[in-house]
């Protein structure tokens, strides 16, 4: 039996819905519609029960959902009043009792909305139902996922050739990002991160106003949104020749990235994977340094499933994509991280980001 | 007493706390937290209380939230587990039994995560406490909007030399936002909309690959983010000489505009300044044709309160800021859409918006 590839997904999280008892699951996360039915709109509702899929929005997405949700098994209906169409959907004898939703994502304000018009029927939190299924990216997927990571990559060289003492973040942010909608993306995939000298030490440090200058760290953590599909990559560059220091902390990143890369196959635990990075920083005498997880799924969302840090239950699986970004960042001194996307493949991973990597790779 | 803003923000909350008899207010959406502190960094929570103002954010943001957040009454707390610190402040002893969340904004699954923690005491849902005081905006918000309003100006100038036939909707898109970005906005406010021909008929007609063609009308409704603070504007331009339907339904369109602008005062409700607009609609003929709302409050979103449609309880009240955006769409033929931001003042209104308005109007 052959699927398509929206068919097979709703596949898959129809057996995680048998799994939890539901008879029914609402679905209001937006990407989560999307990644069921290919809308790229910003507004609708979906119904998943064991045999169909209920895609409903209103009347300025007519046009749009007409041409961008199909299938056999899908029922598109345009709507007015789509929590009152849900209701009249699941309250009817051919759907069961057990109704789920999406606690992440249904405000508590609609979730009273929905729930009193569902008499009684139970209305049941069921996190990470789809999102679970999102973690595993099919074909599609990972072509979409390429050709946003092919933009962030020309996005990087760029910036190698921008970043220059006397250079402002923000200003260096801005024609990388210029470029990225010129490549035909949506626009960078988050608030682009150029941290130089000491604000290199902030794990989150979006382009400002500071003046890059000579001998400082830079640490630039970008991604693209093409598509609908995100990615998301880290260099640290250093403007001219590295202390000691600077290239001491550099290696030990470095070393530690590529340890836990090497621990990436079907079956290893994420948070193995985060421990031999960790291992690593720990044993060099920087531990107290790193204090953000390994790295997270990518795809229709920036952080999406698997999460790689010490605390995380997810098991590595085939067509998974991760990064891989550990760090180190001295407060008041600077920091260092690199981060790479990673394909989780039958015996092992494939590297899909591409940047050229080195503390002195300035041209 | 003299108050600063930030306090006089609080008090308007407190005096709406005190109406729904909350011992305390839990605020968890981000721009309510800017509002009341000026915080602008992406995650925090807040806790009102009648005498205290409790800031809570992660160590990614110590040192911003100290540049930032500063007020007598006010209590910065940087810490990893914020739920926990939460609970620890509201289940003490000087806190009362009733404490609001905003239902609007918090999950279900946190909804459940901070109500297990507040024992005997009750957690409210209290929608639209903060919201509503921001409706009203002061002197330091008025002049933030007006240089968004700037900035916006500024970009239909452009638009009136970009848009021309044989040039595509997202190409003209890009060129406007690059100019936003170098005014030295965050960027547009919302997607962009330049829809040309048929397409202008969609409301919400986002630019797109389609090529502009001569004697089409073409909708442009754009936004700009600058400081926090959005701006919203649409003009309808056509690419040469207007057929008499083209004209007959642009002036109709903005005569309802200044119909409804003229009934703007103190005092006046809503639901009248939207009438105004419908039924010069409706008497011209195009009633069924004009299917959203007048318009919209605009602040730190772009959609916020008051919101003037046909069912709106809203009252106008000196210094909201509102659009008026009476439009026509005629499916498969085109449409029209005229908006303006207005500022109520002491004894009417004040246009903020200035781009130049006609139809034929292209440079």
Redesign the interface.
Known sequence: MSFKPKERRAAKARVAMAKAKLDALLVTDIKNIRYLTGFTGSSAYLVLTPSRVYFLTD??YA?QSGAEVKGADIEVRICAKAVEEIHGILTGPRVGDRIG?E???????A??RFKKGFGNKRFI?S?GIIKTARAVKDAIELTAIKDSVGALDAGFEAARGLIAPGRKESDVA?EI??GF??AGADGPAFDTIIASGPRSA???GKAGQRKMRKGELVVVDMGVLLNGYNSDETRTYCLGRPTRRQRNIYDTVAAAQEAAIKAIRPGATAKDVDAAARAYITDAGYGEYF?HGTGHGVGLDVHERPVLSPHSKDILTQGMVVTVEPGIYIPGWGGVRIEDMVLVTADGFEALTNAAKGLEDLR
């Not at 606690?103 to 304000?109: A, C, G, K, R, V």
């Open positions: 009347s300025r046009a939703f606690p992440d994502n249904l405000t508590y304000e979730y009273l939190p996190g801005f990002e210029v909608k010129k902030l794990p989150h204090g």
